[in-house]
């Protein structure tokens, strides 16, 4: 699956490197527990349901096609397939600001406080889950999965170029492309900005539908969306919108044990993050022929990503957690599994090293008047 797990590898790559383009060599200050969170978002739980996506449109597909786009030549077929992925997009990003339990789902991606290539991947457990009809249409017509899937790697790859805080206006493209300087615009906090520039490659439809803005504010303006400061943690800032949403009661967040240093916590964001790519390498999309052993690693991967959220907030639990998670890595795969892949025995005793290293004081530092 290297097909798969090579674009997440150098994604990871590109998001770590413009950061330290912007702080050591720009001086622009980062955030890095920010990045750290949009890197950990929730990439394994994104990808359970990007894989039901993938299963429910292999599934249209083969059983409820018209089969029309499959029979047209392959540069129309593939023409109308960029085009009408991106118009599905469209909408579904517009439908996702105009409904609540949408909107519920999509804020996670607008709380950002940060605009760089890291946001561009920070989302809701749920986003796969909920673009699952808007792309149906295209099985209906008969554009092929393969086509699909390319089409969609394609569109995502623009959309996380459009989060990068370096590239100027692009001159021409401005007026076909959605660029940097129109995604900006997109992620200011405040929604008559907010609710502008919904395109994901081509920005013609925002124009035809209403929805262009071609500027920042020319007053000061900051990105985020609200005035609470998102949870850290990636269980709770995927299901508090929805606890709101439903006026459910949320208990307010006690306050942090200790302060976790961006070295460490960054450390600790990409070790896992290498977990997950090696995941998706051995498994993919995969739902055939679940196994033990998939299972357990990937819920080994979601409770590492809730306890490394629970780091960057400063709580105690989390500590323990991630000790216990890191060191269950080799246990488990290495010693009672005997996996003897060169890469996961360094990554999985690299981990468990940091895990053991953090429960021991490296990394934290007490809060300031303790």
């Given at each position: 699956?290297?097909?798969?797990?090579?674009?997440?590898?150098?994604?990871?790559?590109?998001?770590?490197?413009?950061?330290?383009?912007?702080?050591?060599?720009?001086?622009?200050?980062?955030?890095?527990?920010?990045?750290?969170?949009?890197?950990?978002?929730?990439?394994?739980?994104?990808?359970?349901?990007?894989?039901?996506?993938?299963?429910?449109?292999?599934?249209?597909?083969?059983?409820?096609?018209?089969?029309?786009?499959a029979q047209w030549p392959?540069?129309?077929?593939?023409?109308?397939?960029?085009?009408?992925?991106?118009?599905?997009?469209?909408?579904?990003?517009?439908?996702?600001?105009?409904?609540?339990?949408?909107?519920?789902?999509?804020?996670?991606?607008?709380?950002?406080?940060h605009f760089n290539l890291?946001?561009?991947?920070?989302?809701?457990?749920?986003?796969?889950?909920?673009?699952?009809?808007?792309?149906?249409?295209?099985?209906?017509?008969?554009?092929?999965?393969?086509?699909?899937?390319?089409?969609?790697?394609?569109?995502?790859?623009?959309?996380?170029?459009?989060?990068?805080?370096?590239?100027?206006?692009?001159?021409?493209?401005?007026?076909?492309?959605?660029?940097?300087a129109h995604h900006r615009?997109?992620?200011?906090?405040?929604?008559?900005?907010?609710?502008?520039?919904?395109?994901?490659?081509?920005?013609?439809?925002?124009?035809?539908?209403?929805?262009?803005?071609?500027?920042?504010?020319?007053?000061?303006?900051?990105?985020?969306?609200?005035?609470?400061?998102?949870?850290?943690?990636?269980?709770?800032?995927?299901?508090?919108?929805?606890?709101?949403?439903?006026?459910?009661?949320?208990?307010?967040?006690?306050?942090?044990?200790?302060?976790?240093?961006?070295?460490?916590?960054?450390?600790?964001?990409?070790?896992?993050?290498?977990?997950?790519?090696?995941?998706?390498?051995?498994?993919?999309?995969?739902?055939?022929?679940?196994?033990?052993?998939?299972?357990?690693?990937?819920?080994?991967?979601?409770?590492?990503?809730?306890?490394?959220?629970?780091?960057?907030?400063?709580?105690?639990?989390?500590?323990?957690?991630?000790?216990?998670?890191?060191?269950?890595?080799?246990?488990?795969?290495?010693?009672?599994?005997?996996?003897?892949?060169?890469?996961?025995?360094?990554?999985?005793?690299?981990?468990?090293?940091?895990?053991?290293?953090?429960?021991?004081?490296?990394?934290?530092?007490?809060?300031?008047?303790?």
């Open positions: 699956m290297t097909d798969l797990a090579l674009p997440i590898l150098f994604m990871l790559l590109l998001v770590v490197g413009e950061a330290l383009v912007l702080q050591l060599i720009r001086r622009e200050p980062v955030n890095w527990h920010d990045v750290v969170f949009n890197l950990n978002s929730g990439h394994i739980m994104l990808w359970l349901f990007r894989g039901l996506e993938i299963l429910c449109y292999g599934y249209v597909v083969d059983h409820f096609s018209a089969g029309w786009a392959a540069p129309l077929m593939w023409l109308f397939a960029l085009l009408a992925w991106d118009f599905g997009f469209y909408w579904l990003h517009r439908l996702h600001h105009t409904f609540g339990a949408l909107w519920a789902v999509h804020v996670v991606h607008h709380q950002g406080e890291s946001l561009g991947v920070r989302n809701s457990w749920y986003s796969s889950l909920t673009s699952i009809p808007f792309f149906l249409v295209l099985a209906l017509l008969g554009v092929p999965l393969h086509v699909f899937i390319t089409v969609s790697i394609l569109h995502y790859s623009v959309q996380l170029f459009n989060h990068n805080a370096i590239t100027p206006k692009m001159g021409w493209l401005e007026k076909v492309l959605v660029t940097p615009v997109h992620h200011v906090n405040d929604r008559a900005y907010a609710d502008k520039n919904f395109g994901g490659t081509f920005i013609f439809w925002d124009k035809l539908f209403g929805t262009f803005c071609p500027q920042l504010p020319t007053t000061p303006f900051r990105y985020g969306s609200g005035r609470e400061t998102p949870s850290q943690n990636p269980f709770w800032a995927s299901n508090l919108p929805f606890l709101r949403y439903f006026k459910l009661p949320v208990r307010a967040a006690g306050r942090p044990a200790f302060h976790c240093t961006p070295l460490a916590l960054t450390l600790g964001a990409i070790l896992l993050f290498s977990l997950v790519i090696g995941y998706v390498y051995l498994y993919g999309y995969g739902y055939h022929q679940l196994s033990g052993e998939q299972v357990g690693l990937f819920i080994l991967l979601t409770c590492g990503a809730i306890a490394l959220g629970g780091m960057a907030e400063g709580r105690r639990w989390s500590i323990g957690g991630w000790l216990l998670i890191t060191l269950s890595f080799p246990l488990i795969f290495i010693g009672a599994l005997g996996w003897n892949s060169l890469y996961w025995q360094v990554m999985m005793l690299t981990l468990a090293a940091h895990g053991a290293a953090l429960a021991l004081g490296w990394g934290r530092r007490p809060l300031a008047g303790e």
